[in-house]
């Protein structure tokens, strides 16, 4: 039987939870959370009430969880947080930045989705690691050149995206996007999740001040580079003792394939065209 599958009430909980928020759209979460409580959808005041009491239950209880439902718990919070599913990684070449303890690199193996996925962590538990993954996790600083090259998708989650602000930690996000993309197939994506924003119902100064440096940021890679990108909502997370609102949304770069004639976008166009110069797949 696969983890998936489970009759745990745990796992059946994470797989209803996320069922249901694939019920709203990112455009749907992306106005509700830039209005003010007395303009809420029902829907959304709903989902807003389960959230609060889920973060209200988390902090009563703790979370005390197998070690079959916590894997399944990571490798679904990259899967939904990603956007990505298991035939959009089929047989894909992944590297994963920030890969923690390398739960979702293992489980691409070990489901059969990918066997060519890696993971690359300043801090890797060398002796935990089992033979048939060994080549599979590299132990390195991803703001430096990556070891893994020709990736259809580099992806990280809670890693690059924790170094947009903070006073230690601050990263040099723009040179990691710039080496990732040096370490992408043309036509591969690199995905970086979360990138918060705050509800207008609850501001929060340091994550205002985050986006604030993500839109800085992706302005200047996309002028100086020419990189498309588009940031995606992806869930809502309801959290602390004042259960702030949080949209969290995965921030979406496309390597081009192919640089061709000046072209201007027309309104729709999914992803941002940073110059007069389209995708050409
Ligand atoms: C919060 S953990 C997230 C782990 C995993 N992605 C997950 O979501 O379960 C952040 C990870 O990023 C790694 N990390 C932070 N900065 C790094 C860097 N510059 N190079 C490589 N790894 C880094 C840390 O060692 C840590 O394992």
């Given at each position: 039987m696969q983890i998936g599958e489970s009759q745990n009430p745990q796992l059946e909980k994470i797989q209803s939870k996320n069922k249901k928020m694939e019920l709203f759209s990112p455009k749907y979460l992306r106005e509700q959370i830039n209005l003010p409580r007395s303009r809420w959808d029902e829907d959304f005041k709903k989902l807003i009430e389960e959230k609060e009491k889920e973060n209200q239950d988390e902090k009563i209880n703790g979370i005390t969880e197998s070690s079959d439902v916590l894997l399944e718990r990571t490798f679904k919070r990259y899967m939904n947080g990603l956007g990505l599913d298991e035939r959009a990684l089929k047989d894909k070449k992944v590297l994963d930045l920030?890969?923690?303890?390398?739960e979702f690199v293992r489980l691409l193996i070990e489901r059969g989705i990918t066997s060519d996925a890696y993971g690359i962590d300043a801090?890797?538990?060398?002796?935990?690691?089992e033979n048939k993954f060994e080549g599979h996790f590299i132990e390195g600083n991803?703001?430096?050149?990556?070891?893994?090259?020709?990736?259809d998708y580099i992806v990280s989650v809670g890693a690059v995206s924790n170094?947009?602000?903070g006073d230690e930690e601050v990263m040099d996000i723009k040179r990691i996007i710039e080496k990732s993309f040096d370490s992408l197939k043309r036509g591969g994506e690199m995905r970086i999740y979360p990138i918060q924003e705050v509800a207008y119902a609850t501001p929060l100064e340091g994550l205002q001040e985050s986006i604030k440096k993500w839109g800085e940021l992706l302005k200047e890679i996309s002028e100086t580079r020419g990189i498309e990108y588009k940031i995606e909502p992806r869930d809502i997370r309801v959290v602390g003792r004042n259960n702030d609102i949080i949209l969290e949304s995965v921030l979406i770069m496309k390597k081009r394939i192919m640089v061709s004639k000046p072209h201007t976008p027309p309104?729709?166009?999914?992803?941002?065209?940073?110059?007069?110069?389209i995708l050409t797949i």
């Open positions: 920030g890969s923690g303890d390398g801090q890797l538990e060398k002796d935990t690691i991803f703001e430096e050149d990556l070891p893994i090259k020709n990736n170094g947009i602000w309104p729709n166009a999914e992803f941002f065209f940073p110059n007069p110069y």
